[in-house]
């Protein structure tokens, strides 16, 4: 089970991880915690535009559905309201995700937990990946329905209680992999007008520490990965250079999505380079 803030935060954080077990028959959800209600269109060429001004929250699901297909995978929604990015004295609106109490928030993803009953659960770090508000809420849900799934005074009323037995948070985006690609592009494309931006991001990463101990070679699934962001048009223009690299290269440097395990009930030796190192052992 991978826990996501938004519709698209899925497709462009983990898609290949996903569609890659997928393929080797693994059972894969994905939640998005809200239906990116606040999101504004980000693709000017967008056919579906009047849509999108009428409607954004159902074309948003229309767009989930569309990433859902291309990846092979089961979807739920948690239910809540984009929060959208915090006004300037920190606030969001009220009765929206960041604005419900941890403990009310968290009682559907317990209920998912206890019915899915998935084995390693995908989210992110403390920071969100990026401070959204809705990020850091994920992070904060994701954690707290982890620990109390498995508690049977906790959320009594939400099922059966099911021990996750493998926690990870999402390392996708590090300095190993954005150098990996600048270099590999330098030495055989040095002409490429996709330097400089490499070398931005690389630049951005570079005083990350690499935390990451599962490199998961999905690298064949980034066409599917592609195609699923490109599934969100309202979120992603379908040529945008930040999101889409040339894949050859990517294969070539680096054919892995990063995670980082930060709790395990099983024993398993790190590095690895399996979500489910250790489960198969144990059972």
């Given at each position: 089970?991978?826990v996501?803030?938004?519709?698209?935060?899925?497709?462009?954080?983990?898609?290949?991880?996903?569609?890659?077990?997928?393929?080797?028959?693994?059972q894969v959800?994905?939640?998005?915690?809200?239906?990116?209600e606040?999101?504004?269109?980000?693709?000017?060429?967008?056919?579906n535009?009047?849509?999108?001004?009428?409607?954004?929250?159902g074309?948003?699901?229309l767009?989930?559905?569309?990433?859902?297909?291309v990846?092979?995978?089961?979807?739920r929604?948690?239910?809540?309201?984009?929060?959208?990015m915090?006004?300037?004295?920190?606030?969001?609106?009220?009765g929206?995700?960041?604005d419900?109490?941890?403990?009310?928030?968290?009682e559907?993803?317990?209920?998912?937990?206890?019915?899915f009953r998935?084995?390693?659960?995908?989210?992110y770090?403390?920071?969100?990946?990026?401070?959204?508000?809705d990020?850091?809420?994920?992070?904060?849900?994701?954690?707290?329905?982890?620990?109390?799934?498995a508690?049977?005074?906790?959320?009594?009323?939400?099922g059966?209680?099911?021990?996750?037995?493998k926690?990870?948070?999402?390392r996708?985006?590090?300095?190993?992999?954005?150098s990996s690609?600048?270099?590999?592009?330098r030495?055989?494309?040095?002409?490429?007008?996709?330097l400089?931006?490499?070398?931005?991001?690389?630049r951005?990463?570079?005083e990350?520490?690499y935390l990451?101990?599962?490199?998961?070679?999905?690298?064949?699934?980034?066409?599917?990965?592609?195609?699923?962001l490109?599934s969100?048009?309202?979120?992603v223009?379908?040529?945008?250079?930040?999101?889409?690299?040339?894949?050859?290269?990517?294969?070539?440097?680096w054919?892995?999505?990063?995670?980082?395990?930060?709790?395990?009930?099983?024993?398993?030796?790190?590095?690895?380079?399996?979500l489910?190192?250790?489960?198969e052992?144990?059972?």
């Amino acid at each position: 089970m991978a826990v996501h803030a938004h519709p698209d935060d899925e497709s462009s954080k983990g898609a290949a991880t996903y569609a890659y077990y997928a393929d080797r028959g693994v059972q894969v959800q994905v939640v998005s915690c809200t239906g990116g209600e606040r999101g504004d269109i980000l693709n000017e060429g967008l056919q579906n535009r009047a849509m999108a001004e009428r409607d954004l929250p159902g074309l948003r699901r229309l767009e989930m559905a569309a990433a859902q297909a291309v990846l092979g995978i089961d979807h739920r929604w948690l239910g809540y309201q984009d929060s959208g990015m915090p006004n300037d004295d920190g606030s969001v609106p009220p009765g929206s995700f960041a604005d419900i109490p941890l403990e009310i928030s968290a009682e559907p993803l317990v209920r998912l937990i206890r019915e899915f009953r998935p084995q390693v659960l995908l989210t992110y770090d403390e920071n969100g990946g990026y401070p959204h508000p809705d990020h850091i809420r994920c992070h904060q849900v994701s954690v707290e329905a982890y620990h109390a799934a498995a508690d049977p005074n906790r959320y009594p009323d939400a099922g059966a209680p099911w021990q996750v037995s493998k926690l990870y948070y999402d390392r996708i985006f590090n300095y190993e992999r954005m150098s990996s690609m600048y270099n590999l592009l330098r030495e055989t494309e040095p002409d490429s007008p996709l330097l400089a931006e490499f070398e931005q991001m690389k630049r951005w990463s570079e005083e990350t520490p690499y935390l990451a101990t599962t490199k998961v070679p999905s690298g064949e699934f980034f066409g599917a990965r592609d195609d699923a962001l490109r599934s969100h048009a309202s979120q992603v223009s379908p040529d945008s250079s930040f999101f889409f690299w040339p894949n050859e290269l990517q294969k070539q440097a680096w054919p892995y999505e990063d995670y980082q395990l930060i709790e395990s009930k099983v024993e398993t030796d790190v590095p690895e380079s399996d979500l489910f190192a250790g489960i198969e052992d144990d059972e």
